[in-house]
């Protein structure tokens, strides 16, 4: 079975703090993904990676940086957190652009910014 | 970008009735669509999946038809049961592209 794991599962920061946000894939997947799930909006793409240390933009990425320095680890970094990015992040990874591959998601994280 | 619509956004229906959410696409060069299930508390995951060669594809009481020239997608669950109690979501992508478009999600509530 895949296995896609996140750091934590709810973390509480200030308003101003820098904040990072581990997911780590034991499958070997080439691409790996952040997603910001909010009620009424669904899943949002911050930002993906299709290999290590390359990184695409997703559909709102403003406000967060990535980091894939090795191909199991794809980190989301609020470089200086906001109440307005208080959210559930989930991550997610896939074998390869080729043939429609599965997206398996971790737990998510609950974050909370004060 | 692809943009995908899902409809409604909640549905109610008694227990051992059909279920029918609805997508709708905008991007014609999209050939794979995948249908997640995302039960409370849970991380989504995926429960069926089309690509743009056929028409329709069946699994247990879950079925996906697809129609191609009206741009549009639905999921289908017959005999409803409790467990089939979620958020659904529907994405489309361009095989060979990394990245799925996703909607917005409907609330399935099953009432015993």
């Known amino acids: 079975d895949v296995k896609v794991t996140q750091s934590s599962r709810y973390l509480v920061k200030r308003t101003g703090e820098k904040v990072f946000l581990e997911c780590v894939q034991d499958?070997?997947?080439?691409?790996m993904f952040w997603y910001r799930q909010d009620p009424g909006l669904g899943l949002r793409l911050i930002y993906f990676s299709y290999d290590v240390k390359m990184k695409e933009k997703g559909d709102i990425p403003e406000g967060y940086s990535v980091s894939r320095e090795k191909k199991e680890r794809f980190s989301l970094i609020l470089e200086s957190a906001s109440t307005n990015q208080t959210s559930m992040y989930l991550c997610a990874s896939s074998l390869s652009a080729g043939a429609g591959d599965t997206q398996y998601f971790g737990p998510g994280t609950r974050l909370t910014v004060l | 970008g692809e943009n995908v619509e899902q409809h409604p956004s909640t549905l109610s229906v008694q227990e051992g009735d059909s279920a029918v959410i609805k997508c709708t696409y905008s991007?014609?060069?999209?050939?794979?669509f995948p249908w997640y299930k995302q039960e409370l508390g849970k991380r989504p995951q995926l429960i069926i999946d089309i690509r743009s060669n056929v028409g329709e594809k069946k699994d247990q009481r879950i079925a996906v038809t697809l129609n191609k020239t009206a741009k549009h997608f639905s999921l289908h669950i017959t005999e409803t049961q409790p467990e089939d109690s979620a958020v659904y979501f529907c994405a489309a992508s361009i095989v060979g592209n990394n990245r799925l478009a996703f909607g917005k999600g409907n609330q399935v509530v099953v009432i015993p």
């Open positions: 499958m070997d997947h080439e691409n």
């Open positions: 991007d014609s060069a999209s050939n794979y």
